[in-house]
């Protein structure tokens, strides 16, 4: 494939590939001209490039993603930069462990998670449900498992726990008794078998609802097929360590499991005392280790949901590491 500023049609003014909460992820971290900085999710590079102008030569920016796609968008990025730039192909988590144990310690670390327009927008990757495809969804090519493995393997209960928790899927217990039916006659195959089997499997009305009947049933089998939730609690671990004092974690998440994991992980380091009230001094030892910067998440504006349908549902949430 091509090195050059049209790789597979991308155009850095698409709105599929703007970055999500840019200005604010900007503003938040507030780069210094020689800092040390992880892209944790390095996409297509659009937060990247952002970022990017606040350095000098003397910094050092980390790319890490477990698409190896992405490694064609880092070349393109890297050859214009004046500072020092590596890429990590791999999962976050395994990354960010790799560099503790090379004595790395980043002032900005930062994720925006889920899935990439490049990922949604190449059918064979099998993310979507608007083409038919190879039922895939994984985001490293090596990964271990495939959604149609899942698909075709996993007992009915396994699967109804993974549509409701994952997509908070309504219908989960029926949609997965009917996949269960369906895979016994032929195995799942394609991506439009199992948009058929969803759509079989749920009232008419809900068929004709707000959003495509399987969008639930696809973000559930992405997650589980990624491990994503696994990855970002031993990501923000791996981050924490790696951080210089003073440095900067933000996390831009797209559904309410991913957000509730960031918050509930800052919320943990924060030093509230968890004695019981009644006793008359503190025997916890709570110790502050972050400062939460961001006391609520932050939205998008109308303006870019306008501009960029899928930054509907992102919010953001930053912390600063404590000197200890
Ligand atoms: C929403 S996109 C990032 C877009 C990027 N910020 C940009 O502006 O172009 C998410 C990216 O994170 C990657 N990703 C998701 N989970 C990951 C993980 N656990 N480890 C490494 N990369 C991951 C995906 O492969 C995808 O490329």
């Known amino acids: 494939m091509q090195l050059n500023n049209s790789i597979q049609g991308f155009s850095s003014n698409d709105p599929a ?21 992880i892209d944790c999710t390095f996409g297509a590079g659009g937060h990247a490039r952002r970022v990017a ?21 880092f070349d393109l990025f890297a050859q214009h930069q004046p500072f020092r730039c590596r890429f990590i192909h791999g999962n976050f988590a395994h990354a960010l462990e790799d560099l503790n144990q090379n004595g790395i310690e980043a002032d900005l670390i930062y994720l925006d998670l889920g899935v990439s327009s490049m990922q949604l927008d190449r059918p064979e990757r099998g993310f979507s449900y608007s083409y038919n495809a190879p039922l895939d969804m994984r985001m490293d090519p090596a990964g271990k498992r495939t959604a149609r493995e899942l698909i075709n393997e996993l007992p009915a209960a396994e699967l109804a726990r993974i549509f409701k928790s994952y997509g908070e899927e309504r219908y989960a217990r029926q949609i997965a008794k009917r996949i269960c039916i369906e895979r016994d006659k032929k195995p799942f195959e394609t991506t439009l078998q199992l948009v058929d089997a ?71 380091r924060v030093g509230k005392c968890t004695c019981p009230p009644d006793l008359p001094q503190c025997v916890c030892e709570a110790r502050a280790e972050v400062r939460v910067i961001t006391r609520r998440p932050v939205a998008p504006s109308e303006d870019e949901i306008a501009e960029n349908p899928r930054a509907q ?12």
Do not use: C, W
């Not at 590939?17 to 900085?37: G, I, R, S, Y």
């Not at 030569?57 to 796609?69: C, M, S, T, W």
């Not at 696994?230 to 360590?241: F, I, R, V």
């Not at 831009?252 to 918050?263: A, C, G, N, Y």
């Open 17 to 37: 590939h703007l970055p999500v909460l840019a200005d604010e992820l900007l503003n938040l971290l507030d780069p210094q001209p020689d800092d040390t900085v």
């Open 53 to 73: 102008r606040e350095l000098h030569q003397d910094a050092l920016f980390i790319g890490v993603d477990r698409d190896p796609v992405a490694k064609r968008y």
């Open 198 to 268: 969803v759509k079989a499997a749920i009232p008419t009305p809900a068929r004709f609802g707000a959003g495509h009947p399987a969008r639930r049933v696809f973000q559930a089998l992405r997650i589980a097929v990624n491990d994503e939730l696994a990855s970002l609690e031993q990501g923000l671990e791996n981050a924490m360590s790696l951080l210089a004092p003073g440095g900067r974690l933000a996390v831009i998440s797209f559904h309410s499991l991913e957000d509730r994991i960031v918050k509930q992980f800052f919320a943990a």
């Open 313 to 324: 549902s992102a919010k953001l949430r930053v912390a600063e590491k404590l000197a200890q």
